[in-house]
């Protein structure tokens, strides 16, 4: 089994991977966040950086995509690789931060890795509106993540709407986590662990909707 688990930057998906994972014994893939070296500098310079730091997580997921392909445990991928394209690199170009050579390029290496590439049998959509985002960016306190614009989360907000409507192939599961803490609250967790209960071992399954 193959399951991602996909939002906006700031939507829970690190920690609600990390409680799904321990409670159906899956194994994690995190998103390499803290490894990628543009990071920071991107933050400082979107555009100048875009084109390294997008070219730097496609080259993660399509490694993770390579190892999924190639077990028979059961996985859950926090940010798959179809949003990372999607979402954050179609804004980046749609923004004026990726030249459009550049995208080309990034756009032809996203199609022949997904040719050999697996879809997720179930994308868990956390749907979060900007101030719950911009809640949980100053929570955590990443330095370099305090200075994103409104502008660039609500862009990525109207992406992500768009890609799980019009541009995903695959199933998707939408949680509306505003009003949620999966994490200390156990009823708001059960209540996601329910849903996809539903889908994978009910005899008559939930269908997700968006």
Request: hydrophobic share 35%; aromatic share 14%; glycine share 4%.
């Amino acid at each position: 089994m193959f399951i991602a688990v996909a939002g906006n930057i700031g939507a829970g998906k690190t920690t609600l991977t990390e409680l799904l994972a321990r409670h159906y014994g899956w194994e994690p893939k995190y998103e390499a966040v803290a490894t990628n070296p543009y990071m920071e500098d991107y933050y400082k310079d979107i555009h100048r950086w875009s084109f390294c730091l997008e070219t730097f997580f496609l080259k993660e997921r399509f490694r993770d995509l390579l190892a999924i392909s190639q077990t028979d445990k059961d996985i859950i991928q926090d940010r798959s690789i179809f949003e990372g394209v999607h979402v954050f690199a179609a804004n980046n170009q749609a923004m004026g931060n990726m030249e459009q050579r550049d995208y080309n390029t990034y756009m032809e290496l996203f199609q022949q890795m997904t040719s050999v590439a697996r879809t997720p049998d179930l994308m868990i959509y956390l749907r979060a509106s900007i101030p719950h985002l911009v809640a949980n960016i100053q929570k955590r306190g990443r330095g370099y993540e305090q200075s994103i614009p409104i502008e660039y989360l609500q862009n990525l907000n109207n992406r992500y709407e768009d890609f799980i409507r019009n541009k995903y192939p695959g199933r998707v599961l939408t949680i509306e986590v505003d009003n949620m803490d999966f994490l200390n609250n156990r009823d708001d967790f059960k209540s996601i662990t329910d849903k996809i209960d539903r889908i994978f071992y009910s005899l008559f399954p939930e269908e997700p909707g968006i």
